[in-house]
């Protein structure tokens, strides 16, 4: 129970990355908030599950945000622990985006939009509303789920791959701001390609049964919220290297 007496807030924890980590932090005792732009039931389901609270709200809307944080303190007190994981992938933007890639001067611009306010604007909006109220308690953890380098300069990824190169570049430079303060903020990627909603439905049980297991995400995760981790800041862990007695991949 590592996390006992905890209040987490897991964006898009309805499925995948977001939902496993929600889960593992059920079971080591925090009382966990769980959010979503859609699919209520999905959340709702996953809540009745752990134990846990659900609340629709789109990250990427500044007053769903503070309705959000604003019923978080309301209800429990405070908020000690906040995943970003919400996110759009390129399912959105091109159905056969593993096979097919296409070049950015194809994408939707709608598309585009929708897929930056989500994965950067999305982040910002809920680390700006929350750690304020973590700054009051000097205390906090913050986790940005994002995903491999690698995978960043992947041709036919815009604009998932660039959403998450500024999402490391904030990691970093909020990191640094945060150094001091009781609030630490790290960064978790599964480190490769995950089974989630991400992936698209034309891949074959082959392709499929080489994809990572969102639920190792869970361990590192509890790592990175609980108190063993008050000094760790700055870092980037890679799930599938991580492990207890070599808890820090490297500094972000």
């Known amino acids: 129970m590592r996390l006992s007496d905890k209040v987490a807030v897991v964006t898009g924890g309805g499925r995948g990355i977001g939902k496993a980590i929600a889960e593992a932090y059920a079971r080591e005792g925090a009382q966990v908030v769980i959010t979503a732009a859609r699919r209520k039931d999905e959340i709702e389901s996953v809540a ?24 978080v303190i309301s209800r429990f007190g405070r908020i000690d622990i906040l995943v970003n994981n919400a996110g759009r992938g390129m399912k959105f933007v091109n159905g056969n985006f593993m096979t097919e890639p ?30 304020p109220h973590m700054l009051k308690r000097q205390s906090g953890r913050i986790i940005n789920i994002s995903m491999n380098y690698e995978t ?10 660039p959403s998450k190169a500024a999402l490391e570049s904030m990691s970093i430079i909020w990191a640094q701001e945060l150094e001091g303060t009781g609030v630490t903020l790290n960064v978790l990627i599964p480190g490769g390609a995950t089974d989630t909603g991400m992936i698209p439905d034309s891949l074959t049980a082959s392709q499929r049964s080489k994809l990572i297991d969102p639920a190792i995400m869970g361990p590192p995760a509890i790592y990175l919220a609980s108190d063993d981790a008050r000094d760790v800041n700055g870092h980037r862990i890679v799930a599938i290297e991580w492990n207890k007695e070599n808890k820090i991949s490297k500094e972000i």
């Not at 599950?49 to 604003?70: C, F, M, N, Q």
């Not at 929708?114 to 809920?126: C, E, K, Q, R, S």
């Open 152 to 161: 960043m300069k992947r041709k036919g990824f815009t604009p998932y791959g």
């Open 102 to 131: 296409r070049p950015f001067w194809d994408a939707d611009t709608d598309v585009w939009r929708m897929v930056i306010d989500t994965n950067v604007n999305g982040v910002f909006l809920m680390t700006h509303a929350v750690v």
């Open 48 to 71: 009745s599950k752990i134990g846990g609270t659900a609340i629709l709200a789109d990250v990427s809307k500044k007053e769903e945000v503070g309705e959000l944080v604003d019923e």
